[in-house]
C-alpha cells in the first residue's frame, strides 16, 4: 500500500494527516479502514448505535442521513479525500443520495479525491463480450440507471470543484468472510441455472481486493477516469456454481431453459442473470498497480477468511 504523501499545505496542523471520510462504511468500507490506520479515518453513520462499532475500528462517527440533505451539513470542507461507497436508494432512475452528498460538499474547501464504487451494471447485456472502460453504458435496468445519473453526477461536481475523482466499476463482490459473501447459500436451495447455451458470463472480486483498489485509487486514480475493479477469472455462472458446488461437496445446480429459470428465481436474479459481459482490467493492473490477491474465484472462496478487522 503506498503511503500518504500528498501534500496538505497550508492547512492547520491538525488537518495535515490525511483525513478520508467514507460514506457508506460497511463490510468493504471497514476492510479499506483496515488497510491504513495512521490515517485519519472518519465515516457518515445514520445509524446512532454504529458510533461504538466504529470507533473501536480506529473511525470517527458521523451522523448523518443521505435521504435527510439537512443532516449532511459538517461534510463540508471536512476531508482531504472522499470515498463513496453508499448505494442509491431502492427505486427510482436518478441517485438523489449522492446528489445530496455532493451538494454538501460543494459548500467547503474541495477534497482533493473522490472515490465512486458503481456497478459494471451500467454496460447494460454486451453479449458475453470482452469490454473494456471505452464502451458505452447501456443500462437496462432501473438499478443500474441509479448508477449512472450517479457517476454523471460525480464528474459533473469534480469538473466544478476541480477535485480528481474515480470512478470504480465493481461486479460481484465475494468473501468467505463476507455477509452471503459466497455461493453456498443459493447452492443450498437448489436455485436453478441457466443451460449452457444461454449462459451468460459474471466477473467477480474478492472484498480485501476491493479495498485495496478503493485505497490505491484514493491516491493513484486519474481525474475523471473509471476502472474496471475484477478479478482474472470471467466465467460463466453455470462454470461458477459447478465449480463451486464440488468445492463446498453440493450437488451441481439444475440447468433450465430462460423461461423456466425466469418463472423460478426473483426478479433481482433474473436481472443478474439476463446480462452477460467480460470485463477488462487492464486498465486497474496499470494505473491502480493493483496486484490481486485473489486473481480467480475458486481462490478466494479456498482462502481462509481475513484476520479480524
Known amino acids: 500500500m503506498p503511503a500518504p504523501s500528498t501534500p496538505l499545505g497550508a492547512l492547520p496542523a491538525r488537518f495535515r494527516r490525511p483525513r478520508v471520510l467514507v460514506i457508506g462504511c460497511g463490510d468493504v468500507g471497514l476492510r479499506t479502514v483496515a488497510l491504513q490506520p495512521r490515517v485519519h479515518w472518519l465515516a457518515l453513520t445514520s445509524s446512532?448505535?454504529?458510533?461504538?462499532?466504529?470507533?473501536?475500528?480506529?473511525?470517527?462517527?458521523?451522523?448523518?442521513n443521505l435521504d435527510q440533505s439537512h443532516t449532511l451539513a459538517r461534510l463540508?470542507?471536512?476531508a482531504t479525500q472522499v470515498l463513496h461507497l453508499a448505494p442509491p436508494p431502492g427505486e427510482g432512475v436518478s441517485d438523489p443520495r449522492t446528489q445530496h452528498l455532493l451538494r454538501s460538499l460543494a459548500r467547503?474547501?474541495?477534497?482533493?479525491?473522490?472515490?465512486?464504487?458503481s456497478t459494471s451494471g451500467v454496460y447494460g447485456d454486451c453479449g458475453g463480450a470482452?469490454?473494456?472502460?471505452?464502451?458505452?453504458?447501456?443500462?437496462?435496468?432501473?438499478?443500474a440507471q441509479r448508477r449512472v445519473d450517479a457517476e454523471h453526477g460525480v464528474r459533473q461536481y469534480a469538473r466544478q470543484?476541480?477535485?480528481?475523482?474515480?470512478?470504480?466499476?465493481?461486479?460481484?463482490?465475494?468473501?468467505?468472510?463476507?455477509?452471503g459473501g459466497t455461493p453456498r447459500e443459493r447452492l443450498c436451495r437448489g436455485d436453478p441455472l441457466l443451460r449452457a447455451e444461454d449462459d451468460v458470463y459474471t466477473n467477480h472480486i474478492h472484498?480485501?481486493?476491493?479495498?485495496?483498489?478503493?485505497?490505491?485509487?484514493l491516491w493513484r486514480g486519474g481525474a475523471l477516469r473509471s476502472y474496471h475493479v475484477s478479478d482474472d477469472s470471467p466465467w460463466t455462472m453455470g462454470e461458477y456454481y459447478t465449480q463451486a458446488a464440488a468445492l463446498y461437496g453440493l450437488p451441481a445446480p439444475e440447468r433450465l431453459s430462460r423461461a423456466e429459470v425466469r418463472a423460478r428465481v426473483s426478479a433481482m436474479q433474473?436481472?443478474?442473470m439476463r446480462e452477460s459481459r467480460r470485463l477488462r482490467n487492464t486498465r486497474m493492473k496499470q494505473e491502480l498497480r493493483l496486484r490481486?490477491?485473489?486473481?480467480?474465484?475458486?481462490?478466494?472462496?479456498?482462502?481462509l477468511p481475513s484476520a479480524p478487522r
Open 270 to 272: 433474473w436481472s443478474f
Open 161 to 179: 470543484q476541480g477535485v480528481r475523482a474515480s470512478v470504480l466499476r465493481v461486479p460481484g463482490i465475494y468473501a468467505p468472510d463476507r455477509v
Open 130 to 143: 470482452w469490454i473494456d472502460e471505452h464502451r458505452a453504458l447501456q443500462p437496462q435496468s432501473a438499478r
Open 48 to 64: 446512532p448505535e454504529r458510533r461504538t462499532e466504529l470507533r473501536a475500528r480506529g473511525v470517527r462517527p458521523l451522523l448523518g
Open 207 to 217: 472484498a480485501d481486493d476491493l479495498a485495496r483498489a478503493c485505497w490505491l485509487a
Open 108 to 117: 467547503g474547501r474541495a477534497p482533493q479525491a473522490l472515490v465512486y464504487a
Open 292 to 303: 490481486l490477491r485473489y486473481p480467480d474465484v475458486l481462490t478466494g472462496l479456498r482462502a
Open 76 to 78: 463540508a470542507g471536512l
